[in-house]
């Protein structure tokens, strides 16, 4: 119903910088976004997620670093990633969640990040 596009990925060396974009086929109001990763052998952990209000919550290992945004005018979901480590290299993925009717969660297909030391 809902299909979310990551864009944004890439090879970057540490220290550096990215923003990724995620963009949803429709209106993202209603919904709580997030962005979680996958690193290889590792399982999926949430990276940031923003709720309907712009209340943010990030993992511990990307406080200070990373920062999650909203434009529900423009039905994207920004994460800002600065001062990036080799251990923030993961595929990002995507997501929309909403506990309220319709309920709904949706994935994006991620988006690579491979950062080199």
């Known amino acids: 119903q809902v299909q979310l596009v990551e864009s944004g990925g890439g090879l970057v060396q540490a220290g550096g910088s990215l923003r990724l974009s995620c963009t949803a086929s429709?209106?993202?109001?209603?919904?709580?976004m997030g962005w979680y990763r996958q690193a290889p052998g590792k399982q999926r952990e949430l990276v940031a997620t923003?709720?309907?209000?712009?209340?943010?919550n990030y993992a511990d290992s990307v406080k200070g670093r990373f920062t999650i945004s909203r434009d529900n005018a423009k039905n994207t979901v920004y994460l800002q990633m600065n001062s990036l480590k080799p251990e923030d290299t993961a595929v990002y993925y995507c997501?929309?969640?909403?506990?309220?009717?319709?309920?709904?969660?949706?994935w994006g297909k991620g988006t690579l990040v491979t950062v080199s030391s």
């Open positions: 429709g209106s993202i109001f209603g919904y709580a």
């Open positions: 997501n929309a969640a909403r506990s309220s009717w319709p309920v709904g969660d949706y």
């Open positions: 923003i709720t309907t209000g712009g209340g943010t």
